[in-house]
């Protein structure tokens, strides 16, 4: 069974950080691109930031470049979204999601999806 399960979301001040970390199974890890999304209330789920099977390319959002970092271990079957900076309009769902052919910042590009975990910053 195909699993991703998100963590590391939290409550944060303006200007923090956090790592979210999404950690895969039951499938070969190393053959998957992965994405991180993110969904507001009452918004569309919007691509954040990926990263592809092999490390390389990776993508963002524009408001979150240079502040946040994708990386992979493909040793933990793991993907980490490192977020600095943190702004009060990146309070949000974060979601994982896998695919072997998709690829790039589009919702649609991914097969498998995390339940995500909650990002929330104060003012």
């Known amino acids: 069974e195909v699993q991703l399960v998100e963590s590391g979301g939290g409550l944060v001040q303006t200007g923090g950080s956090l790592r979210l970390s999404c950690v895969a199974s039951?499938?070969?890890?190393?053959?998957?691109?992965i994405g991180w999304f993110r969904q507001a209330p009452g918004r569309e789920r919007e691509g954040v930031s990926c990263?592809?099977?092999?490390?390389?390319?990776?993508y963002y959002q524009d408001p979150v470049k240079d502040r946040f970092t994708i990386s992979r271990d493909n040793a933990k079957n793991t993907v980490y979204l490192q977020m600095d900076s943190l702004k009060p309009e990146d309070t949000a769902v974060y979601y994982c999601?896998?695919?072997?052919?998709?690829?790039?910042?589009?919702?649609?590009?991914?097969?498998?999806w995390g339940q995500g975990t909650q990002v929330t910053v104060s003012s």
């Open positions: 999601a896998a695919s072997t052919t998709g690829y790039g910042l589009g919702p649609y590009e991914y097969e498998y």
């Open positions: 039951g499938f070969f890890f190393d053959e998957y691109n």
């Open positions: 990263i592809s099977s092999s490390d390389e390319p990776t």
